[in-house]
């Protein structure tokens, strides 16, 4: 069973920057393809960014690119998302998740993953 616990979370004032944290246990995290959705309230959860097991591929949302930046890091078993020019809009709970050996078109798809973390809160204020 994988656990995923973010962190980094925040108020942050329009244009400012957070990093977000996922650490991750109870898994081999190197099979894992990891992704950030998040959800505001009243509103569906939305996908944000992936990264896959290898590491050789990312994909984000329109929205987050060029502004995001998800990366991997094997020895330290955890995820990030660097959020720059963060905007109002960005405000919402995110969610790390998880799934082994995903790859392909459906990484945005957020029923097609196994784990889930508890969220952290990100705030926009304008």
């Known amino acids: 069973q994988v656990q995923l616990v973010e962190s980094g979370g925040g108020l942050v004032q329009a244009g400012g920057s957070l990093r977000l944290s996922c650490a991750t246990s109870g898994g081999t995290f190197s099979i894992y393809t990891l992704a950030w959705f998040r959800q505001a309230p009243g509103k569906e959860r939305e996908f944000v960014a992936a990264?896959?097991?290898?590491?050789?591929?990312?994909l984000y949302t329109d929205s987050a690119k060029g502004r995001f930046t998800i990366s991997r890091d094997n020895a330290k078993q955890s995820v990030y998302l660097q959020m720059n020019s963060l905007k109002p809009e960005d405000t919402a709970v995110y969610y790390c998740?998880?799934?082994?050996?995903?790859?392909?078109?459906?990484?945005?798809?957020?029923?097609?993953?196994?784990?889930w973390g508890q969220g952290t809160q990100v705030t926009v204020s304008s």
């Open positions: 998740v998880a799934r082994s050996y995903f790859s392909g078109s459906a990484l945005f798809r957020s029923t097609l993953y196994t784990y």
């Open positions: 990264i896959t097991w290898s590491g050789d591929s990312t």
